[in-house]
């Protein structure tokens, strides 16, 4: 009878794969549309890309207390890899003759990879299915692991804060210091603008393509794994091992020397990010929310208010007074704004969230008015910031 059972279910979990499969074919052929967009018109999965809605984005307030409680556990959970991973691919792609060539390290390859896990999580369709077939859940973004992995790894793997730093400093080309003239300038402007948000959408583009190869020649080998109870426990696992990581990096923080790798480099930033990581997740209630009913008002608020700390610390980090010095020489003091800046801006603001928003946006006018409210807005603040104290005292080359 056991036997019996079990061939039963392989039977009904391969039928499931070959209907799927099936039908991601005949969307795929039919139009141009993605798959994703095609199977949610046909109503052939629950997926839905009003993420902008509250009652459809990741909100906080649309489940019950328990899920509440652990998906914020696990948001705080995988912010800490998406840190670690930030910080470290940053200075892996920081090297002498640099093809992109901006001196403290660009983000531009951060936010190129932020783009594509979070392309990929939000298009693997066979992926999803499988995991809800077992559950009472309709959406995958009712899973934690879903919004672990898009707010909390993807959302502070990738930064927008730094980004707008990197294009302000690159168009002064305030590190290098060879550009002589005005018209170099504009050009380095335009250059760095376009990397700048060109290759993260190229990382989308890529997702949704690595998405489909996923669905198709990964996920019948993990079939048998891929079962609701499965991710549960793997949810409620990852989630303590964020608590005590969380604990002991507050331990390393308080009891290394400020001169070890860890401490200077890692330990305050994750404690900081994971801050800032909350803060968006709960700011993302605000999504479709004031404004207009289709804008993202949540992730525009963190990013705006990413943008204006991190101009704020830029200032007191490279800022020098009336007698050409630096405003902070402390080095204790230099750690704690270093620590802010990378680890709070830096996962407060995302790139992945706002390329993952122009495209469910469609609408071209909803993608302009989204995009540039953004850029001018998170721009401006910097500019008038940075760009007035520089212009006036000077800040370090």
Request: glycine share 6%.
């Amino acid at each position: 009878m056991a036997s019996e059972q079990h061939n039963n279910n392989d039977t009904s979990q391969n039928s499931l794969l070959h209907e799927l499969q099936e039908s991601l074919m005949e969307n795929e052929t039919t139009t141009n549309e993605t798959t994703q967009e095609k199977l949610i018109q046909n109503e052939l999965t629950p997926f839905s890309l009003q993420f902008w809605k509250p009652n459809n984005i990741m909100s906080v307030e649309d489940t019950p207390f328990s899920n509440r409680f652990l998906v914020t556990l696990l948001v705080i959970a995988f912010s800490i890899p998406g840190n670690l991973a930030r910080i470290s691919l940053q200075k892996l792609t920081q090297y002498e003759n640099a093809y992109l060539n901006y001196q403290p390290g660009t983000v531009v390859w951060v936010n190129f990879a932020a783009c594509f896990i979070m392309s990929w999580c939000n298009n693997a369709v066979l992926f999803w299915s499988l995991i809800l077939k077992d559950s009472k859940k309709s959406n995958m973004k009712q899973l934690a692991l879903h919004t672990g992995i898009t707010s909390g790894f993807c959302g502070t793997f990738s930064t927008l804060s730094s980004a707008m730093i990197e294009l302000f400093f690159s168009s002064l080309d305030m590190f290098n210091g060879k550009l002589h003239n005005n018209g170099y300038r504009v050009m380095q402007f335009f250059s760095t603008f376009i990397i700048t948000f060109a290759v993260p959408i190229l990382g989308h583009v890529l997702g949704k393509h690595f998405a489909v190869f996923f669905d198709w020649f990964i996920v019948p080998k993990l079939a048998k794994i891929l079962t609701y109870r499965n991710i549960r426990v793997f949810e409620l696992i990852f989630s303590l091992l964020g608590i005590f990581a969380i604990i002991a990096n507050i331990v390393l923080s308080c009891t290394l020397d400020l001169s070890y790798w860890y401490k200077r480099t890692y330990s305050f930033s994750i404690l900081m990010g994971a801050l800032g990581t909350v803060l968006r997740f709960k700011l993302s209630v605000l999504n479709g929310r004031f404004i207009k009913e289709w804008f993202p008002t949540g992730t525009l608020i963190a990013n705006i208010v990413g943008c204006l700390i991190i101009a704020i610390l830029q200032l007191l980090i490279n800022g020098l007074n009336v007698n050409k010095r630096l405003l902070i020489t402390n080095t204790t003091h230099q750690f704690i704004l270093f620590g802010f800046s990378t680890g709070f801006c830096g996962s407060l603001t995302t790139m992945s969230s706002l390329v993952n928003e122009l495209y469910n946006l469609q609408n071209p006018l909803f993608q302009h008015a989204y995009f540039w409210c953004t850029f001018a807005i998170c721009f401006s603040l910097i500019l008038i910031i940075d760009g007035s104290y520089i212009w006036t005292v000077g800040f370090q080359n």
